[in-house]
């Protein structure tokens, strides 16, 4: 069984900086990706930032410029730094991975429990 763990948010206020970590345990073969969502109240849930095993990265718009998505490979871990902060990206944040339990098999999405993040004065 693969497990993800998320911990970093809380409550910032606009213009500050804050960082998600996302820890994936358990057996499994690779992880081929790892995302970070979000969903904000009466929202859908949106991709937020991506990062394959080979490093490269994505972002929607709206984070741009603002937020970096790394990974520790070796350690099965992404972060998200996410600096000037604006209300709007008040949500809570997921994160997500495609993982090969073994080497014959295809990849599995898994989800974390979720870390809220808001951005308010």
């Known amino acids: 069984q693969v497990q993800l763990v998320e911990s970093g948010g809380g409550l910032v206020q606009p213009g500050g900086s804050l960082g998600l970590h996302c820890a994936a345990s358990?057996?499994?073969?690779?992880?081929?990706?790892m995302r970070w969502y979000r969903e904000a109240p009466g929202k859908q849930r949106e991709l937020v930032a991506a990062?394959?095993?080979?490093?490269?990265?994505s972002y929607v718009d709206s984070v741009k410029g603002r937020f970096t998505i790394s990974r520790d490979s070796a350690q099965n871990k992404v972060y998200l730094q996410m600096n000037s902060l604006k209300p709007e990206d008040t949500a809570v944040y997921y994160c997500?991975?495609?993982?090969?339990?073994?080497?014959?098999?295809?990849?599995?999405?898994?989800w974390g429990q979720g870390t809220q993040v808001t951005v308010s004065s």
């Open positions: 997500n991975a495609d993982v090969r339990t073994t080497i014959w098999d295809r990849p599995d999405g898994y």
């Open positions: 358990g057996r499994f073969f690779s992880i081929v990706a």
């Open positions: 990062i394959t095993d080979g490093g490269p990265t």
